[in-house]
């Protein structure tokens, strides 16, 4: 779909699009469809007000063009405190 966008298609042109998608599957739940797409809206939002506030929070070191940090600190503290995901299942131990 992005190709046929920009007209052009390249290796690497969905990259970017899969690892944010991969993070908001995770964020809902891997498995849960309804916690994914509620993990893509929250995912939405950080990003969109993370990039709107990133000059203030850093004192104008860093720019909106670093929006992309807030999904990867999402990402990461999802997968440390609660790797289900906020609307996945609690998984069995296995002996």
Excluded: C, W
């Amino acid at each position: 779909m992005v190709g046929s966008y920009y007209e052009i298609a390249h290796y690497q042109m969905g990259f970017m699009l899969g690892l944010k998608a991969f993070t908001a599957a995770v964020l809902g739940g891997i498995g849960n469809l309804a916690g994914a797409m509620i993990g893509g809206i929250l995912l939405g939002l950080i990003e969109a007000l993370g990039a709107g506030y990133i000059g203030d929070l850093t004192g104008g070191f860093l720019g909106s063009h670093y929006q992309d940090i807030f999904a990867f600190v999402v990402l990461i503290g999802v997968l440390m405190f609660k790797p289900s995901g906020l609307f996945g299942e609690k998984s069995g131990d296995r002996a």
